[in-house]
C-alpha cells in the first residue's frame, strides 16, 4: 500500500541533457519553456480507484487525519544521504559540474530563476520576469529591492556585471576551466539603470536566455581572487541563499547552517548536514532505520519497497525525469574510433531488456530511449536511435563487413585490433552494475569482450574529461552514467561541439562532426519554439548515425524524507531537491 504521500509525476515538457550527473547524475532536464502548470501532469496516482466510493465516513476522517502534517516549527537539522561527493565546491568549474555540487551551491548563491519540478521557471532573485527585445535581442533584469548578501550588502547589477566580465571572460586564467559560456560570450553590452535594473544586449538571439545567470556570485568577495582555487574547498562566509556554507570534512559530510539574513522568506531549518556514503543499498537502510532524514537515490526495483514498507515513518515520490542513461565511447580509443564498431555495439546491446528488468518493474511507463536531446515523454520527441534496435546477426554482419574476422576465442578483430573494450562505471550502484552484466552478456554474442572496469563515485569521474586534460586520450574505453537536464537542449553544444578540431569542454567522447556542431549553434539562436525543436532533432539524427553514445532510458527520479518534515518536493532538474529549502520545516 503505498503511503498517502507516495506521488508519481510525469512532465511533458521538453527536457534534455545540460550538466554532468555524478553517479546519478551529473545533471542534469523545453525550447521555450511552457510556463502553463495546467499542460503538465501532476495528479497523484490513487491506488485505489473506488476510494471515493467509501462510505466509511469515519475512515475517510481518520486518514484526513493521520496527512496533516502539523504546525511548522522553527529549528532542526536535517541529515541528508548521498552517494556521491563533490570533488571542488566551485560549481562554474569542469571538475565542479555535477548534481552534487548544486546541492551546495543552489544554497547558497542565488540565480535570476530558478527551475521548478514541472520544468517552468520561476523569477527568483529578479523581480518579476525579464524583459526581451527580439531585433535586436536584448534582455532586462531588475533585482528584487530587498535583495542583499548575508554580510548586508546589496545584490546589484555590479554582480551580474561580474559574472559577464571576470567568471565568463574568455582571456581569464581560468578561463578553460569554466565548463560553458554559452550565451554570455554572445553579450555585447550592456546598460545599467541604477543599482538594481540592467539590459545586456546580445550579438544575436539566444533560445535560453533564462537559463543565465542560475548562480550569481558577490563581485565584493570574489574579484580579486584565483578563480580556479578560492572556491573548491569552502566558500567565504557569505550568501545570498537560505543557507551559509559552515564546513566541509572531506570523505564524510558537508554542513551549511541557516542564513539569518536571508532575504527571502523565513528559513525554518537551522541546517542541513549532506552524508556521503558511496553506496545505495547502505543509504536506504540508513534512511529506513532512521539514521537520514532524506535522500534521493536512483531506485533501485528492491528500494521502493523499502521505502513503501517504511512509510508510517517516510514519505517519497517517484517518477520519471530527465536524468537520462547512456554509454559514451571514447572515439580515440582503437576500434572505437570506427564508426561501424561502434554501430555494431549499438545493435548488439538488448536495451529493451535492460529496460525490462531493471526499470519496468520501479516504473511499468519506462521506455527505451531513442533521442539524446528529447526526452520520450517530451512534445517533441522523436526516434531516432531505434534503427539500432537490438539485432545481434546484423552487428555481426556490419563487423564483417568491414573487414572485421573472428578469432578462435570468438571476439572480433577489425584492422589488426582486438575488439576487447573496458566499460566502467560508478561502482556501488547496484542497477548499473546490472546493466552491465546485462551489457556484457550481450555484446559477447556479438564477438566483442567487455571488461568492467568501475571506480566508485567521483573517482570514475576524474577518468573522463576532455583529453587536452588527460594527455591525449582519456582512462576510459566505454562509459555508463547520465546527464540532468535542463528545460532546454542548449547545453549540449558543450557535450558535443567542436571547432576547427577543438573540442568542447565536455566533449569526453572527443567525437567533432562540425555540421553537427553548426546545427546546435543554429538551434542556440532559434527562439520559436517550432523551429528550435526540429534543429535538435536534426542534431538527434545526425547523433545516431554517428553513434558517439547510446542513449538507453530516462531514469525514475526518487525523493524519500522524513514525514515529519513538510517543504520537500521532487526536482529532477539540475536546480536540485534543494530548490526549496527555505521552505522546509519539522512539524510538531
Given at each position: ?347 548488439g546491446i538488448n536495451r529493451q531488456q535492460i529496460v525490462d528488468t531493471l526499470i519496468t ?62 566499460l566502467g562505471t560508478t561502482g556501488g550502484n547496484e542497477r548499473r552494475e546490472l546493466a ?153
Open positions: 500500500m503505498r503511503s498517502p504521500m507516495s506521488r508519481r509525476w510525469r512532465w511533458p515538457l521538453l527536457l534534455t541533457a545540460f550538466a554532468l550527473v555524478a553517479a546519478a547524475c551529473a545533471p542534469d532536464d523545453d525550447a521555450d519553456v511552457d510556463d502553463d502548470a495546467d499542460d503538465v501532469d501532476t495528479e497523484v496516482e490513487d491506488d485505489d480507484p473506488d476510494a471515493d466510493a467509501d462510505p466509511d465516513a469515519d475512515a475517510d476522517d481518520e486518514e484526513a487525519e493521520e496527512e496533516d502534517p502539523g504546525e511548522a516549527v522553527e529549528g532542526g537539522t536535517v541529515l541528508f544521504g548521498d552517494e556521491q561527493e563533490p570533488t571542488i565546491l566551485n560549481s562554474f568549474l569542469i571538475d565542479g559540474n555535477s548534481l552534487v555540487t548544486s546541492k551546495v551551491s543552489s544554497n547558497v548563491w542565488p540565480g535570476a530563476y530558478t527551475i521548478q519540478p514541472d520544468f517552468s521557471l520561476e523569477p527568483s532573485v529578479i523581480d518579476g520576469e525579464a524583459e526581451i527585445t527580439e531585433d535586436p535581442f536584448s534582455v532586462t533584469y531588475t533585482i528584487r529591492d530587498e535583495a542583499e548578501w548575508s554580510d548586508g550588502e546589496p545584490i546589484t547589477v555590479d554582480d551580474m556585471i561580474f559574472m559577464v566580465e571576470e567568471i565568463y571572460d574568455a582571456d581569464a586564467d581560468h578561463a578553460d576551466q569554466i565548463t560553458t559560456r554559452e550565451g554570455y560570450e554572445l553579450i555585447t553590452d550592456w546598460e545599467a539603470d541604477g543599482d538594481k535594473t540592467i539590459t545586456f544586449e546580445f550579438e544575436e538571439a539566444y533560445a535560453p536566455w533564462q537559463l543565465l545567470f542560475s548562480e550569481i556570485l558577490p563581485e565584493h568577495v570574489i574579484a580579486g581572487e584565483d578563480f580556479e582555487t578560492f572556491l573548491n574547498d569552502e566558500y567565504p562566509d557569505i550568501s545570498g541563499g537560505p543557507f551559509l556554507f559552515d564546513e566541509w570534512d572531506q570523505g564524510t559530510q558537508l554542513r551549511l547552517v541557516r542564513n539569518e539574513d536571508y532575504w527571502g522568506e523565513d528559513v525554518a531549518l537551522d541546517e542541513i548536514v549532506m552524508r556521503y556514503v558511496p553506496d545505495t543499498t547502505t543509504l536506504t537502510q540508513q534512511m529506513v532505520g532512521g539514521e537520514l532524514d532524506m535522500y534521493d537515490p536512483q531506485p533501485q526495483i528492491e528500494l521502493v519497497d523499502q521505502l513503501e514498507g517504511a512509510s508510517d515513518r517516510i514519505d517519497h515520490e517517484i517518477g520519471l525525469g530527465p536524468v537520462w542513461e547512456h554509454i559514451d565511447f571514447n572515439t580515440l580509443v582503437e576500434g572505437l574510433d570506427q564508426q561501424y564498431v561502434r554501430q555494431a555495439i549499438a545493435q518493474p520501479v516504473d511499468p511507463d519506462a521506455v527505451v530511449l531513442q533521442n539524446p536531446f528529447w526526452m520520450a515523454n517530451a512534445e517533441p520527441y522523436e526516434e531516432h536511435f531505434d534503427r539500432w534496435d537490438h539485432d545481434p546477426e546484423a552487428a555481426r554482419e556490419l563487423l564483417e563487413d568491414n573487414g572485421c574476422t573472428e578469432g578462435d576465442d570468438g571476439i572480433y578483430e577489425c584492422d589488426g585490433v582486438r575488439l576487447s573494450f573496458r552491465q552484466q546485462l551489457m556484457q552478456s550481450d555484446l559477447a554474442e556479438i564477438g566483442v569482450e567487455i571488461d568492467i572496469d568501475n571506480d566508485e563515485g567521483a573517482a570514475f569521474f576524474e577518468r573522463l574529461n576532455t583529453p587536452e586534460n588527460c594527455d591525449g586520450v582519456c582512462d576510459y574505453d566505454i562509459a555508463l552514467f547520465a546527464w540532468v537536464g535542463s528545460p532546454n537542449p542548449f547545453g549540449n553544444l558543450n557535450i558535443y561541439g567542436c571547432e576547427d578540431g577543438e573540442l568542447r569542454p565536455q566533449n569526453w567522447t572527443a567525437f567533432c562532426d562540425e555540421e553537427l556542431t553548426d546545427i546546435m549553434l543554429e538551434a542556440n539562436a532559434t527562439v520559436d519554439e517550432d523551429e528550435n525543436a526540429d534543429l535538435w532533432n536534426e542534431a538527434a539524427e545526425m547523433m545516431a548515425e554517428g553513434v558517439p553514445i547510446v542513449p538507453l532510458f530516462q531514469q525514475p527520479q526518487a525523493l524519500a524524507w522524513d514525514n515529519t518534515l513538510t517543504g520537500p518536493q521532487l526536482n529532477a532538474t539540475n536546480q536540485t531537491q534543494f530548490w526549496n529549502s527555505q521552505e522546509w520545516a519539522y512539524t510538531e
